[in-house]
C-alpha cells in the first residue's frame, strides 16, 4: 500500500487547525480546530468529512487544554477514534505551517534539529506564532518520528519580492546585521488565492496581474505579477500594513519612541500594545467583523470609526498596490472578513469606478461559499471572492517533496 494522507497541522497563538487529507485524490478526510488553549475551558470541533453514509459528522468536546502540546495529543485521540490515528500506516508525512522562515527557507523544508534550531532562532520576530509552531513539530515528532516533517513557510512566497520593496530605508549595515528586512507573511494564501483568482477569470496565472488580499484575523495585502509576488503589507513581523483584529498594522515609528520616553512604557508592554490591544478591538472593543458590523447597524459611534479606520487603510492599499502592477486583472477577497463580510468589500471600493473597480450590490451580497467573481460584467478589473486553502497548499507542497508528485493546483 502507497501512504497517500498527509496531516497538516497550523498552530496560531491560541489555537491549533488541523486537516488530514488524502493527496491521492486531494480529498479532505478529517478536518478541525482546537481553540482557547490554555484557557479556562478549551473546545475541540472535530469533524470527519467522510463519515458513514458519505456525510459529515461534527463532534465537539470542551474541557481544558493547558498547551499546544495536549492540543495536539487531543487531536491524535481524536482521529484515532476514526479509526484514522497518527499510527496509521497510510500517513505518508506532516506537513507543519511555520510563519517565520527569515531568508533561508524559501522553500518547503524537510524539518530536521538545524531546522528545528533556525524556526526557534527566528522566534523573536513572530513571537505569537513560531514557539506554537515549534512545539506542534516537536510533539508530532515524537508521535512519529519515522515520519518525514515538513516546514511549509509563511514567508516562503515573498522571497521574490524585489529589494525596492523588500528594504527598509536605514542604515544598510545595521538592517543587514540584524536581518531587518520585509518578509512578509500569509504567504501559502497568497499563492493559492492569486493563482485561483486568476483561473476563476480566465487568465493563465503566468500571465494574471493579481492584487490579494488576506482578512482574517491577521491580515495582509499582496500584489502578485505573473505567479510571483512583488510586493506584501507585512514586513520584518506580522505586525505591518493593514489594521488587523488585534494589530495596529501601520504606524509612525516613533509612537514607540514616544509611548517609551513620554508613557514610561517597556519595549515588552507597547509589544503587547501593538500585537494584542490594537486594530479593532483597541478601537472598540471588538475583534470579530460581525460582531462589529451589528453595532454599526445599531447605531454604535465607536463601531463605525473603527470599521471606517479598518476600509480606509484597506483602499490605500489598494490604490497602491494597483500602483505598483501598474495594471490589474482582478481584486481577490480572502479570508474570514475577506471571504465573508460584503459590507467591508463594498466600502473598500466604493467610489473606485476610475480606476475600472467596482462590485455589483447583489451579487456582492449574495450568499455561497465557492470562488465567485462580485464585479459587474463590463468593468475592465474582476474583484473576486475566493475562499483560501491554507490547508489544501501546505499538504499538497509537502506531498511534493516527500513523494515527487505536483499536487499544487
Ligand atoms: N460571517 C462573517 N462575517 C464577517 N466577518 C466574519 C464572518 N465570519 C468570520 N469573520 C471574521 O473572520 C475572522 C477570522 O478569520 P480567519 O481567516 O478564520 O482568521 P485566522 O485564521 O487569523 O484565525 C473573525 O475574527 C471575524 O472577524
Ligand atoms: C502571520 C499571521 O498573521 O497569521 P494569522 O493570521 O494566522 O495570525
Ligand atoms: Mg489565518
Do not use: W
Request: glycine share 10%; net charge negative.
Amino acid at each position: 500500500m502507497t501512504a497517500t494522507r498527509v496531516l497538516v497541522l497550523n498552530s496560531g497563538s491560541s489555537s491549533l487547525k488541523y486537516q488530514l487529507l488524502d493527496m491521492a485524490d486531494r480529498s479532505r478526510l478529517a478536518v478541525g480546530l482546537v481553540e482557547r488553549i490554555g484557557e479556562e475551558s478549551g473546545r475541540i470541533r472535530h469533524t470527519l468529512v467522510h463519515g458513514p453514509q458519505g456525510r459529515e459528522r461534527a463532534r465537539e468536546t470542551t474541557g481544558p487544554v493547558p498547551d499546544h502540546r495536549a492540543a495536539l495529543e487531543a487531536v491524535a485521540g481524536e482521529l484515532a477514534r476514526d479509526g484514522m490515528g497518527l499510527d496509521s500506516p497510510e500517513l505518508a508525512a506532516v506537513g507543519h505551517r511555520v510563519v517565520h522562515g527569515g531568508k533561508r527557507f524559501t522553500e518547503p523544508t524537510l524539518i530536521d534539529t538545524a531546522v528545528v534550531d533556525e524556526i526557534e532562532r527566528l522566534s523573536p520576530v513572530a513571537p505569537l506564532h513560531n514557539p506554537a509552531n515549534l512545539i506542534g513539530i516537536r510533539t508530532a515528532q515524537k508521535l512519529r518520528p519515522d515520519l518525514p516533517h515538513v516546514a511549509v513557510f509563511d514567508t516562503a512566497f515573498h522571497s521574490t519580492i524585489p529589494e525596492a520593496a523588500a528594504r527598509y530605508a536605514i542604515d544598510v549595515e545595521t538592517a543587514d546585521r540584524h536581518r531587518v528586512r520585509r518578509y512578509g507573511f500569509h504567504g501559502t494564501s497568497h499563492a493559492y488565492v492569486s493563482r485561483a483568482a486568476a483561473k476563476l477569470v480566465g487568465k493563465d496565472p503566468s500571465e494574471a496581474h493579481v492584487i490579494v488580499l488576506h482578512l482574517g484575523n491577521g491580515a495582509s495585502a499582496s500584489a502578485v505579477r505573473g505567479g510571483r509576488c512583488v510586493e506584501t503589507s507585512m514586513g520584518l513581523t506580522p505586525l505591518e500594513g493593514l489594521v488587523m483584529g488585534t494589530r495596529s498594522g501601520d504606524l509612525d515609528p516613533a509612537v514607540v519612541f514616544h509611548l517609551m520616553r513620554v508613557g514610561g512604557m517597556s519595549a515588552d508592554e507597547i509589544d503587547d500594545l501593538l500585537n494584542k490591544r490594537s486594530g479593532l478591538v483597541g478601537l472598540c472593543g471588538d475583534n470579530d467583523m460581525r460582531e462589529i458590523r451589528r453595532r454599526v447597524d445599531a447605531g454604535d459611534e465607536a463601531a463605525a470609526l473603527a470599521f471606517d479606520i479598518y476600509v480606509h487603510r484597506l483602499r490605500k492599499y489598494i490604490g497602491a498596490y494597483y500602483a505598483v502592477l501598474g495594471r490589474v486583472d482582478v481584486v481577490a477577497f480572502t479570508a474570514g472578513v475577506g471571504e465573508n463580510s460584503a459590507p467591508v468589500r463594498a466600502a473598500a471600493l466604493a467610489g473606485l469606478e476610475g480606476l475600472g473597480l467596482a462590485v455589483d450590490e447583489r451579487l456582492n451580497a449574495a450568499p455561497g461559499d465557492g470562488p465567485r467573481v462580485v464585479s459587474p460584467p463590463h468593468m475592465p478589473v474582476a474583484v473576486a471572492v475566493v475562499p483560501t486553502d491554507e490547508e489544501l497548499e501546505i499538504a499538497a507542497e509537502t506531498y511534493e517533496l516527500v513523494a515527487g508528485v505536483r499536487q499544487r493546483l
